[in-house]
């Protein structure tokens, strides 16, 4: 059953990736983007992990609202992400170990280089965005304390889709031309890192207590 959803999720995240994440905005865009992380987080919980499955719930509700209007959508993404980004910590935390000296000092360099490139541009955001950047900051010290393998890579990638769309959103012009390049990167590494998080939980998972696995 795992496996039927995994599925149309990775043709939905297909389809937004190739047409509809360079569409204007549009019931239909809104609802291929939504779905293809809710069928991740329905497939989490047929997997038998809740607070995995919440995660990607808000992260299914973050993908809604940042398809719509900037002016109107930006602001509640950003929170329904910022909760999943707790969710996460709350679930990994307990897996991981200690992270790595010079990892953890590169993760906090860039994130320290990222906030004062877009502090002046932030304005009334500057609290909000502050306050996810240091949740995304932590969660990547959780997957520099989690043992290689899917689970990290995949919370890597979505911080590191973090990272891009705050590049897309305020440091680049609007219309410059390595919009679109960057808009499908985002995508790429935003769903790939959060369909990794799901195979890779369940492996761990299915490890420490008998969670099936994807069949």
């Not at 059953?1 to 999720?9: E, T």
């Not at 994440?21 to 992380?37: C, D, E, H, Y």
């Not at 911080?159 to 390595?178: K, M």
Request: proline share 7%.
């Amino acid at each position: 059953m795992i496996r039927a959803l995994l599925v149309p999720a990775a043709l939905l995240a297909l389809s937004y990736g190739a047409v509809w994440t360079l569409r204007p905005v549009s019931w239909t865009r809104s609802a291929i983007k939504t779905g293809a992380t809710a069928l991740l987080a329905l497939a989490a919980l047929w997997a038998g992990l809740p607070g995995l499955a919440l995660a990607l719930a808000l992260g299914a509700v973050g993908d809604w609202f940042l398809s719509r209007p900037h002016a109107t959508g930006f602001l509640p993404g950003l929170v329904a992400f910022a909760l999943g980004h707790v969710v996460y910590l709350g679930v990994l935390w307990p897996l991981a170990g200690p992270p790595g000296l010079v990892p953890s000092a590169i993760l906090f360099a860039v994130a320290l280089a990222l906030m004062l490139s877009l502090w002046p541009r932030l304005a009334p955001l500057r609290v909000p965005v502050t306050a996810y950047a240091a949740l995304s900051v932590a969660l990547g010290l959780v997957a520099l304390g989690l043992p290689a393998g899917a689970l990290a890579l995949g919370l890597l990638a979505f911080i590191l889709s973090d990272i891009v769309l705050a590049v897309a959103l305020f440091l680049l012009p609007e219309g410059h031309r390595a919009q679109p390049v960057l808009s499908r990167f985002l995508w790429a590494l935003y769903w790939g890192g959060q369909a990794a998080i799901l195979i890779g939980a369940i492996d761990v998972f299915s490890a420490i207590d008998g969670v099936s696995g994807i069949a």
